[in-house]
RNA sequence: GGGCGCUUAGCUCAGCGGGAGAGCGUUCCCUUCACACGGGAGAGGUCGUAGGUUCAAUCCCUACAGCGCCCACCA
C-alpha cells in the first residue's frame, strides 16, 4: 500500500542501505565478470572537508553516469577516497590549535603534530563520505583510498625516485613564489595576481663622483633597493645610455651599482632605468642571469628584513649614518620598511615623485598573503617533457574533453608550461624521500633503507668504522636506522597535494602493483570535474598516466560548471562561504537536488541555485508519487505477460510508444553528457505525457467495466510506470527504488532493485497511428477547453458537441473517443451533422469543425471577434508561407522536403482559413 | 597584453540556420473520486546594438557596447 505522501527523510536511509546490503555498488560482480568494465575515479575531495554545492554536482552527475551505465549491464566501478589536502588540511589543525590555546605546530615539534593531524583525520574523515552517502552515490566504497595510505604513499615515493632518476624530477635553487605567511613554496597555479591600487615611486640614484648627476628609477616596491645590485637601460636610449658602463651609489646603502645595458629596461616605462634587485623579482632575476650579478637576498621566510649577518648584503658597503639607519631596520615587515625607506628618501631629497597606479599583486590563494619571490632550494618536476605526450593524447582526440572548449584552455596551459615546483615547507603530507649526507651528497630513494644502503655505498669511510665496531651493517635495522640518523639527513619538506593526487587514477587501482583491477579498469572512462582544477589535476594525472601507465587515464573529460554563492564567488572548503547542501536535502530530499543539479548542468560557468527550484523538482517526485498511487488504486500492477507490442488498445499503442521516444532521448542525452536535456525529456514525459494525458484518458476504461480492455489498460499503466522508474532511476535514484518495491505488492514480483534493473531499450514500439489517433483526441479536448476558458462557461456545464460536416473517419473517432472527450472536455452528447447549428461556437480541429451550440446564450460579438482572431492568423500563415514560396530563390534553392513542409503549412492554413470563412458566414446568418 | 564565455518572457536559464522554450512568478477559472507540492486556460519576448553571409539568421561572420572568467614578468 502506497502511502498518501512521499517522505524522503524516512525512506533514504533504509533504501541506501539496502543497496549497500545487496552489493549494488560493488565493482566485479561476479555475473558481470565478462561486461564491459566502466570507471570513474571520484575527485576526491579533502578529507576534513564537507559536502558543499560544488561537490553535490560535481557527484550528482558522476552517479547519474555510473548508475546509467550499470543498468546498462556494464561492470561500473566507481572509486571513491579522500585527499589529504596537505596545506588546507595543516591550516586547519593549526587554527584548531590556536582556538583551543594549545601548543602550536612549531611548539609541538613534527611527529607529534602530525599525529594530531591523523587524529583530526580519524575523527572528521568520515564526515564527507556519509554524506556523499546521503546525496546517493553509488561507489564502491570497499574500494575506498586515501592519498596518504601505504598504498597510494608507496605509488608516490616510487614516481618520486622514478622521476628522478630519469632526470624529470630534480632540485634547483631559483626565486619561487613565497607565502610568507604559511612559510612555504607554491606553485605558480596557486597565485591569484590581484588587482590593486597602489603608487610608482620615483626615486634618485646618485651617479658615481657626480653629487648632483642622479639616475631615476621607478619602482612599485622601494623596500626591494635594499637587495638591488644594478639598474639598467635599454641601449638604445638616448636619453640614458651615456650613463651605461658608469656606477650609481645606493642610496640609503651606499652600495656601488653598475649601470647596465638590457633590453628589459623599457625606455617608455617609468622611467626608463629600472633597478634590478635579482632575489626578489622574476624578471630581475633572468636579467641579474644574463649579467652575472650577484644575489642579495634581504628578506627571510616572513618577508621581514633581514640584514644583520647578512654576508651579501653588507659586502663592500661603506659605514655611513644612513647605513646604520638601515640596518636599524632589521626584522621589520615589509610594509614598515617601505614607510620608513619612502620617508628617508624624500628627506633626503631623492624622491622625484609620487605616481598613483593600478598594479597585479601576487597573493598566495590559500592565505591571502603577498606573496615574496624569494631564493630558496626547491624540488622541480620537469613538466615540459612530461606535458608532450599529454598534448598529443588530446589532438588525436585519445582524451576528449566535453565541451570540447576546454581543449583551447588545455593547450594554452600545456603549450606554455613552466616547471612545476612540487615541495612545500609543511609537515602534512608525503615527505620528500630524499636524503643528504654531510657533504651536501642526495639520495633519492623509496625507503630509508634504500637511502642508507646507498648512503653506505657512498661513504666508505662509514662503514670502515662500522666494520670496527664489528658490526656489519648491512644486516643489523638498528645499526642502519641510527647510521641513517647520524650521517644522512631527510629532507623535511613535503610534495605538493596535487602530486599524490596526479597518480589518482592508477595509484588507487593498486599500482605500482600488477592488479586485476589495474588492468580491468585502466584507463578508466570519463572524469567529472570542474574547469578550476583543470590544470591542478586534470593536465596532471595525463602527464603521470601517460608517463608511468603509457596509456591515457581516462577517455572523456566532463568538465561542468562552479556552482558559486551569492556574490559570485567561488565556494571553497577554506574560504568556508559553503552553501550547505544537506539542509536542502533534510528540506527537499536528496531526489529533488539531484535532480535540480542534473537539470542545470548545461549552464555556463556559474550556477546559483535557486531553492525555489528545488522545491519545484520535490513536487516532481510527489508527482510520480502520486501517480503510482492512482494506479496502485486502480488495480494496476505489473503482468509480466504484459507486451506493448502486442497492446490492442489505442491508448496503450500510444504510451509505449511515447515511452520509447522519451527512453531514446534519455539515452541519448546521457551519452552526449547533456544531462540537461536528459532531465527534461523524462521530466516532461512524466508530467506532460503519463500523467497529464495518459492517465486521465484512461480513466474512463479503468472505472469502466471489466474486460480486455481493462486489464490490458492496467498492464500497460503499470508497465509505463515501470520504464519511468528505470529512465529516472540516475537521476532519483531513492523515489524510484522506494516506488519500485512498493508497486511490487501488486504485482508479479520483482527480480532485483531497481538499482540493478536494466535500462529500458524499446524496439518496435513506434506507432505512427496511434500518434494521429490520440493526437487528434488531445488536439480536440484542447480546443475545446481553450474555448470554454475564453467564452467563460462555466465548468459546471455540459455544453452538447457537434461535429460538422467531418468525414466518415473522423465521425468513427469520434465514437470510439466519446467517454473521453466528454470527460476531460466537459461536453454532453456528440453528434455528427452536415453544419454547425446556429448560434454555436466553431471549432477547427485539424482542419475539421467541432461546434459548441450555446442556444442564444451566445455573444455574437464576443464570437465574431474570436473567429476574426483566428482568421487573421490564418492569414498571416498563409501569408507568410506565400512570402516564401513565391520566391523563386527559396523553390531553387531551399532543401526539397523544406519546400515540401512549406507546401503542407499552405495547404493546412488554407484550409483552416476556408472553415474559419464558412464558420464567419453562419455567424451572419445566425445574426 | 593574450584567450574564453555571456547578453533570449518579470526572475533563473535552455535552445543555436527554416518564424522561439522550461521552471518559478503573474492573471482568470476549478476544493472534478492520484496529486492544491494539484488541475484547466491565458498574458508576457522587434532573442544586446549595427553591419555582413545566405533563398532563409535568435542561431554563422565582423564590429561595437555591457557583464564575467582564465592566463600573463612589464618597473
Known amino acids: 500500500m502506497i502511502e498518501n505522501r512521499y517522505q524522503p527523510s524516512a525512506v533514504e536511509g533504509r533504501i541506501y542501505k539496502a543497496w549497500e546490503d545487496a552489493g549494488a555498488f560493488r565493482a566485479g560482480r561476479p555475473e558481470r565478470a565478462k561486461a564491459e568494465p566502466y570507471c570513474i575515479v571520484i575527485p576526491p575531495p579533502n578529507v576534513t572537508g564537507s559536502l558543499h554545492m560544488g561537490h553535490a554536482l560535481n557527484n550528482t552527475l558522476q552517479d547519474i553516469l555510473c548508475r546509467f551505465e550499470r543498468m546498462r549491464g556494464r561492470?561500473?566501478?566507481?572509486?571513491?577516497?579522500?585527499?589529504?589536502?596537505?596545506?588546507?588540511?595543516?591550516?586547519?589543525?593549526?587554527?584548531?590549535?590556536?582556538?583551543?590555546?594549545?601548543?602550536?605546530?612549531?611548539?609541538?615539534?613534527?611527529?607529534?603534530?602530525?599525529?594530531?593531524?591523523?587524529?583530526?583525520?580519524?575523527?572528521?574523515?568520515g564526515t564527507i563520505i556519509s554524506q556523499l552517502k546521503r546525496l546517493g552515490a553509488s561507489c564502491d566504497w570497499s574500494r575506498e583510498r586515501f592519498t596518504m595510505d601505504e598504498g597510494l604513499s608507496r605509488a608516490v615515493m616510487k614516481v618520486f625516485v622514478t622521476l628522478y632518476r630519469e632526470g624529470l624530477i630534480y632540485r634547483d635553487k631559483r626565486l619561487v613564489n613565497w607565502d610568507p605567511k604559511l612559510k612555504t613554496a607554491i606553485s605558480d597555479l596557486e597565485v591569484q595576481q590581484v588587482e590593486t591600487k597602489g603608487h610608482l615611486w620615483y626615486i634618485k640614484y646618485p651617479i658615481e663622483h657626480h653629487a648632483n648627476e642622479f639616475i631615476v628609477v621607478a619602482t612599485t616596491r622601494p623596500e626591494t633597493m635594499l637587495g638591488d645590485v644594478a639598474v639598467a637601460v635599454h641601449p638604445d636610449n638616448e636619453r640614458l645610455k651615456h650613463l651605461i658602463g658608469r656606477h650609481a651609489i645606493l642610496p640609503l646603502v651606499g652600495r656601488r651599482i653598475?649601470?647596465?645595458?638590457?633590453?628589459?629596461?623599457?625606455?617608455?616605462?617609468?622611467?626608463?632605468?629600472?633597478?634590478?634587485?635579482?632575489?626578489?623579482?622574476?624578471?630581475?632575476?633572468?636579467?641579474?642571469?644574463?649579467?652575472?650579478?650577484?644575489?642579495?637576498?634581504?628578506?627571510?621566510?616572513?618577508?621581514?628584513?633581514?640584514?644583520?649577518?647578512?654576508?651579501?648584503?653588507?659586502?663592500?658597503?661603506?659605514?655611513?649614518?644612513?647605513?646604520?639607519?638601515?640596518?636599524?631596520?632589521?626584522?621589520?615587515?615589509?610594509?614598515?620598511?617601505?614607510?620608513?625607506?619612502?620617508?628617508?628618501?624624500?628627506?633626503?631629497?631623492?624622491?622625484?615623485?609620487?605616481?598613483?597606479?593600478?598594479?597585479?599583486?601576487?597573493?598566495?590563494?590559500?592565505?591571502?598573503?603577498?606573496?615574496?619571490?624569494?631564493?630558496t632550494d626547491q624540488w622541480y618536476v620537469d613538466a615540459k617533457t612530461l606535458a608532450q605526450d599529454a598534448i598529443a593524447a588530446v589532438r588525436e582526440r585519445k582524451t576528449v574533453?566535453?565541451?570540447?572548449?576546454?581543449?583551447?584552455?588545455?593547450?594554452?596551459?600545456?603549450?606554455?608550461?613552466?616547471?612545476?615546483?612540487?615541495?612545500?615547507?609543511?609537515?602534512?603530507?608525503?615527505?620528500?624521500?630524499?636524503?643528504?649526507?654531510?657533504?651536501?651528497?642526495?639520495?633519492?630513494?623509496?625507503?630509508?633503507?634504500?637511502?642508507?644502503?646507498?648512503?653506505?655505498?657512498?661513504?666508505?669511510?662509514?662503514?670502515?668504522?662500522?666494520?670496527?665496531?664489528?658490526?656489519?651493517?648491512?644486516?643489523?635495522?638498528?645499526?642502519?636506522?641510527?647510521?641513517?640518523?647520524?650521517?644522512?639527513?631527510?629532507?623535511?619538506?613535503?610534495?605538493?597535494?596535487?602530486?599524490?593526487?596526479?597518480?589518482?587514477?592508477?595509484?588507487?587501482?593498486?599500482?605500482?602493483?600488477?592488479?586485476?583491477?589495474?588492468?580491468?579498469?585502466?584507463?578508466?572512462?570519463?572524469?567529472?570535474?570542474?574547469?578550476?582544477?583543470?590544470?591542478?589535476w586534470v593536465a596532471r594525472m595525463m602527464m603521470m598516466g601517460l608517463h608511468f601507465m603509457k596509456e591515457i587515464p581516462f577517455r572523456d573529460v566532463y568538465?561542468?560548471?562552479?556552482?558559486?554563492?551569492?556574490?559570485?564567488?567561488?565556494?571553497?572548503?577554506?574560504?568556508?562561504?559553503?552553501?550547505?547542501?544537506?539542509?536542502?536535502?533534510?528540506?527537499?530530499?536528496?531526489?529533488?537536488?539531484?535532480?535540480?543539479?542534473?537539470?542545470?548542468?548545461?549552464?555556463?560557468?556559474?550556477?546559483?541555485?535557486?531553492?525555489?527550484?528545488?522545491?519545484?523538482?520535490?513536487?516532481?517526485?510527489?508527482?510520480?508519487?502520486?501517480?503510482?498511487?492512482?494506479?496502485?488504486?486502480?488495480?494496476?500492477?505489473?503482468?509480466?505477460?504484459f507486451d506493448p507490442r502486442r497492446a490492442n488498445e489505442t491508448l496503450n499503442r500510444w504510451i509505449a510508444h511515447e515511452a520509447a521516444k522519451t527512453g531514446r532521448e534519455v539515452t541519448?542525452?546521457?551519452?552526449?553528457?547533456?544531462?540537461?536535456?536528459?532531465?527534461?525529456?523524462?521530466?516532461?514525459?512524466?508530467?506532460?505525457?503519463?500523467?497529464?494525458?495518459?492517465?486521465?484518458?484512461?480513466?474512463?476504461?479503468?472505472?469502466?467495466?471489466?474486460?480486455?480492455a481493462k486489464s490490458e489498460t492496467r498492464a500497460a499503466a503499470a508497465w509505463a510506470l515501470d520504464e519511468i522508474l528505470k529512465l529516472l532511476h540516475p537521476f532519483m535514484p531513492f523515489v524510484t527504488e522506494e516506488l519500485w518495491r512498493v508497486t511490487a505488492e501488486n504485482g508479479a514480483k520483482r527480480g532485483h532493485m531497481l538499482v540493478l534493473e536494466s535500462w529500458p531499450v524499446h524496439d518496435r514500439l513506434d506507432n505512427a497511428e496511434a500518434e494521429t489517433e490520440i493526437g487528434w483526441v488531445i488536439d480536440l479536448i484542447g480546443a475545446i477547453r481553450s474555448v470554454r476558458a475564453e467564452m467563460n462557461i462555466p465548468p459546471a456545464t455540459m455544453l452538447p458537441l457537434v461535429l460538422a460536416g467531418v468525414t466518415p473517419p473522423t465521425a468513427e473517432r469520434a465514437k470510439r473517443w466519446s467517454d473521453f472527450v466528454q470527460r476531460l472536455a466537459r461536453v454532453g452528447e456528440i453528434s455528427v451533422a452536415d453544419t454547425a447549428p446556429q448560434g454555436s461556437l466553431q471549432l477547427v480541429v485539424r482542419g475539421e469543425v467541432a461546434a459548441l451550440p450555446l442556444k442564444g446564450v451566445i455573444d455574437l460579438a464576443a464570437e465574431r471577434a474570436r473567429l476574426a482572431k483566428e482568421m487573421a492568423k490564418a492569414e498571416a500563415d498563409i501569408a507568410r508561407v506565400d512570402a516564401k514560396l513565391g520566391n523563386a530563390n527559396f523553390v531553387a534553392r531551399a532543401p526539397e522536403d523544406v519546400v515540401e513542409e512549406e507546401k503542407e503549412k499552405r495547404a493546412e492554413a488554407q484550409g483552416r482559413k476556408a472553415k474559419i470563412a464558412e464558420a464567419l458566414e453562419r455567424l451572419k446568418g445566425a445574426a
Open 258 to 375: 653598475p649601470i647596465i645595458a638590457d633590453d628589459y629596461a623599457d625606455p617608455e616605462k617609468g622611467s626608463g632605468a629600472v633597478k634590478i634587485t635579482p632575489a626578489h623579482d622574476f624578471n630581475d632575476f633572468e636579467v641579474g642571469r644574463r649579467h652575472d650579478l650577484p644575489l642579495i637576498n634581504i628578506f627571510d621566510a616572513d618577508a621581514h628584513l633581514d640584514l644583520k649577518d647578512n654576508a651579501a648584503f653588507l659586502k663592500a658597503v661603506p659605514a655611513s649614518a644612513e647605513f646604520d639607519a638601515t640596518m636599524a631596520l632589521h626584522g621589520l615587515d615589509r610594509i614598515a620598511a617601505r614607510k620608513n625607506i619612502v620617508e628617508r628618501l624624500e628627506a633626503l631629497g631623492l624622491l622625484e615623485k609620487i605616481e598613483a597606479t593600478s598594479h597585479v599583486v601576487p597573493h598566495g590563494d590559500r592565505s591571502g598573503a603577498v606573496l615574496e619571490p624569494f631564493l
Open 668 to 708: 541519448a542525452a546521457i551519452e552526449a553528457y547533456k544531462f540537461n536535456d536528459a532531465a527534461a525529456a523524462i521530466y516532461r514525459f512524466v508530467w506532460n505525457v503519463y500523467c497529464d494525458w495518459y492517465l486521465e484518458l484512461i480513466k474512463p476504461v479503468l472505472t469502466g467495466v471489466d474486460g480486455a
Open 401 to 536: 574533453f566535453v565541451p570540447a572548449q576546454w581543449e583551447a584552455t588545455f593547450f594554452n596551459w600545456m603549450e606554455n608550461i613552466q616547471p612545476w615546483c612540487v615541495s612545500r615547507q609543511i609537515w602534512w603530507g608525503h615527505q620528500i624521500p630524499a636524503w643528504y649526507g654531510p657533504d651536501g651528497k642526495i639520495f633519492v630513494a623509496e625507503t630509508e633503507d634504500d637511502a642508507v644502503a646507498d648512503a653506505l655505498a657512498h661513504y666508505t669511510d662509514i662503514e670502515e668504522i662500522t666494520v670496527e665496531e664489528g658490526h656489519d651493517i648491512a644486516a643489523d635495522p638498528d645499526r642502519r636506522g641510527r647510521f641513517a640518523r647520524d650521517y644522512i639527513r631527510r629532507d623535511e619538506d613535503v610534495l605538493d597535494t596535487w602530486f599524490s593526487s596526479a597518480l589518482w587514477p592508477f595509484s588507487t587501482l593498486g599500482w605500482p602493483d600488477e592488479t586485476p583491477e589495474l588492468k580491468r579498469y585502466y584507463p578508466t572512462s570519463a572524469l567529472v570535474t570542474g574547469f578550476d582544477i583543470i590544470f591542478f
Open 559 to 641: 568538465i561542468h560548471a562552479l556552482v558559486r554563492d551569492a556574490t559570485g564567488a567561488k565556494m571553497s572548503k577554506s574560504k568556508g562561504n559553503v552553501i550547505d547542501p544537506l539542509e536542502l536535502v533534510d528540506k527537499y530530499g536528496a531526489d529533488a537536488l539531484r535532480f535540480t543539479l542534473a537539470a542545470m548542468a548545461a549552464q555556463g560557468r556559474d550556477i546559483k541555485l535557486s531553492e525555489q527550484r528545488v522545491e519545484g523538482y520535490r513536487n516532481f517526485a510527489t508527482k510520480l508519487w502520486n501517480a503510482a498511487r492512482f494506479a496502485e488504486i486502480n488495480g494496476c500492477g505489473r503482468d509480466p505477460e
Open 75 to 125: 561492470d561500473v566501478l566507481w572509486q571513491p577516497g579522500t585527499d589529504h589536502a596537505g596545506i588546507a588540511t595543516q591550516a586547519v589543525v593549526e587554527r584548531q590549535l590556536a582556538e583551543r590555546k594549545l601548543p602550536s605546530s612549531r611548539e609541538m615539534g613534527r611527529e607529534a603534530f602530525i599525529k594530531r593531524v591523523w587524529e583530526w583525520k580519524a575523527e572528521s574523515g
